[in-house]
């Protein structure tokens, strides 16, 4: 089983095969417009305007589950999206990304990838251990801005947790792009 294997809900309601984006590398992201990480959104703009044409997509996906900081329609996201940060690459239907209601795909993501917060100290971490103590030491995604890198042939490469940001994955991009 690959990130291939899955379908996933457009914000129009559709369904797109994962396997479309066989050959490309992948970023895959649940986002919010309400978040203190909400800013990452131009940072992944940044990226994928300067690689996509080496095969990157960013695939974006609104999430609910933390702290309700998703709570628009799939119009006003993708409104907010586009008139905030000019974002080009797809915004799919919201989902959620953690309990029996996970996407097929978040849930395959976590296995694959269970995550390690890092350092146990920063403001995000305390955030969570505060908010969402249950998640700490799980395969669970944290918070929003968890991003899942998959490679070409659709394995997962890597999770990296909400508190790296786009620029810090630039660089690890580059090489599986390459």
Do not use: A, H, Q, Y
């Given at each position: 089983m690959s990130t291939h294997d899955f379908e996933v809900a457009t914000a129009d309601g559709a369904t797109k095969p994962l396997s479309d984006y066989a050959g490309k590398v992948l970023l895959i992201v649940n986002v919010a417009s309400k978040c203190g990480l909400t800013p990452q959104y131009e940072g992944l703009e940044a990226l994928y305007r300067d690689d996509k044409d080496k095969g990157l997509e960013i695939l974006g996906f609104p999430c609910n589950q933390f702290g309700g900081q998703e709570p628009g329609t799939a119009e006003e996201i993708a409104d907010f999206c586009s008139t905030n940060f000019d974002v080009s690459f797809p915004i799919f239907s919201k989902v959620e990304v953690n309990g029996p209601d996970a996407a097929p795909l978040f849930s395959y993501l976590r296995s694959e990838a269970p995550g390690d917060f890092g350092p146990e100290s920063g403001f995000l971490y305390d955030h969570i251990k505060k908010s969402r103590p249950e998640a700490?030491?799980?395969?669970e995604i944290k918070w929003n801005f968890t991003k899942f890198?998959?490679?070409r042939d659709g394995e997962v490469i890597r999770r990296f947790?909400?508190?790296?940001?786009p620029e810090e994955i630039g660089k690890e991009l580059e090489s599986v792009l390459s």
């Open positions: 700490i030491g799980t395969d890198l998959i490679g947790e909400p508190n790296v940001t």
